[in-house]
């Protein structure tokens, strides 16, 4: 079952990067300074509406000061690592590989997606406030849909809460 507000978000610890070189970031580690995280949940990369949505974090970075952003989805590093050398998001890309922080934060989309993989993680977006609590969730049933500005600045005031 997704997160809603007030939940406590469950700690977790993901590589970001390439593998072998790959850093792992930890949620608890960036709620230490007391700032929010916001995390961008999408099922696929390399495809058009997850790249749009990674595009629109780049291009509104300025606005997420003060605000840990990520990426999050259920890939290996070495693919995230090649579509954000591609796209240079600015953000760290997750790799929720096993896809238990996707299903603990946002869900799965269980049926086959339009490239016939199944249990890809549902596009998403979670504001956590500097105090480990849930402040915003918004999640889409429709893979094809991307959050839209005012989603993003939600979850950013959000956030900052």
Known sequence: MPLSPGDT???FQLYG????????FRLSGALGGGGGVVLHFFPLPFTG???AQMCAVRDRIGSYEGVTVWGVTGHYPQLI?????????????????DHEVSRAY???????LPSGLKYCSKRGVVAIGGD????????????G??????????AIIAARS
């Open 49 to 51: 509406v997850c790249t």
């Open 145 to 154: 849909v991307a959050p839209d500005g005012g989603v993003l600045s939600d």
């Open 9 to 11: 978000a469950p700690d």
């Open 106 to 112: 946002v869900g799965l989309y269980e049926d086959p």
């Open 132 to 143: 480990g609590l849930v402040k915003y969730v918004w999640i889409t049933e429709a893979p």
């Open 81 to 97: 690592a090649a579509w954000d050398r591609e796209n240079n998001f600015d953000v760290p890309i997750l790799a929720d590989y």
């Open 17 to 24: 990067g390439a593998a072998g070189d790959a850093p792992m």
